[in-house]
């Protein structure tokens, strides 16, 4: 597999990342913000996409998201949402876009992983010192999905829906794992395999990519998110089957 070749998988959770160049601002006003969280919605509606959770930071997206459709939709919807706000960036600025020419990504399994990494996209703003409370920054699908009044055009993804019986179930439950915080080893295994293209998830899972793909594709460290949080326990509440 060349060093460009994309692994998208369709019908698999994606987390995608796409940055500026030297963390150049694209986001500088409320406006340009605004637009791009129109463009998520009306993308999603003309490709097929489904959108699981989304964060805008001034110099970059994150979202993770599934193809319906062909797998090459990531590539289709990501190309859109750079090519919308490359140019209303210079309509308003006056400058030409510094996105970078490629986005990241690493395809998810379908497994606790995707809760893992939903909360470490809506956790952004707090780690990156934004904000001292998540609640406290509007450019991300945390208010949708965790604030009763927020209306919420959000794809919940089967992992979410098994938090609770109802949506007010859910949320809170959620809010409760996202008071627990990212675990930091978790954070270094993601962050390594959408930098470097890798595939997110098991050990048996990757397996089975590395030979669709005839190639290995995942790095090390290898592992698993933990089932329950903190000392007491080992991971995230949610779907605890891996394979």
Same mark, same amino acid.
């Given at each position: 597999m060349s060093s460009k070749e994309r692994v998208l998988?369709?019908? &698999?959770?994606?987390? &995608?990342?796409?940055? =500026?160049r030297d963390g150049s601002p694209i986001f500088r006003t409320t406006v340009d913000f605004n637009y791009c969280e129109r463009q998520l919605l009306e993308l999603r509606r003309e490709y097929e996409v489904e959108i699981h959770a989304w964060c805008l930071l001034p110099?970059?997206?994150?979202?993770?998201? =599934?193809? *319906?459709? $062909?797998? =090459?939709?990531?590539? $289709?919807?990501?190309?859109?949402?750079?090519?919308? *706000?490359?140019?209303?960036?210079?309509? #308003?600025?006056?400058e030409e876009s510094p996105w970078e020419s490629r986005f990241l990504s690493t395809p998810?399994?379908?497994?606790?992983? &995707?809760?893992? #990494?939903?909360?470490? #996209?809506?956790?952004?703003? &707090?780690?990156r010192g934004l904000v001292q409370k998540i609640n406290q920054y509007a450019h991300s699908s945390l208010r949708m999905r965790c604030e009763k009044t927020q209306t919420s055009w959000l794809d919940d993804p089967e992992e979410y829906l098994r938090l609770g019986q109802d949506r007010d179930e859910r949320r809170l439950a !959620? $809010?409760? !794992?996202? $008071?627990?915080? +990212? +675990?930091?080893?978790e954070v270094d295994f993601i962050v390594n395999a959408v930098t470097r293209g890798l595939v997110t998830g098991s050990d048996r899972f990757i397996?089975?990519?590395?030979?669709? !793909?005839?190639?290995?594709v995942y790095g090390r460290p290898r592992g698993r998110p933990r089932k329950k949080p903190r000392q007491d326990s080992d991971g995230p509440p949610g779907d605890d089957s891996e394979e």
């Open positions: 998988l369709q019908g &698999v959770p994606h987390y &995608v990342v796409h940055k =500026t110099g970059e997206v994150h979202l993770l998201i =599934t193809p *319906t459709g $062909r797998a =090459t939709e990531v590539s $289709r919807f990501m190309k859109g949402l750079s090519c919308r *706000t490359a140019l209303f960036f210079k309509k #308003i600025h006056g998810v399994q379908p497994s606790q992983w &995707v809760l893992t #990494i939903m909360r470490m #996209i809506e956790l952004l703003p &707090v780690t !959620y $809010r409760d !794992y996202l $008071r627990l915080g +990212n +675990n930091p080893k397996r089975e990519v590395a030979e669709k !793909y005839g190639e290995r």
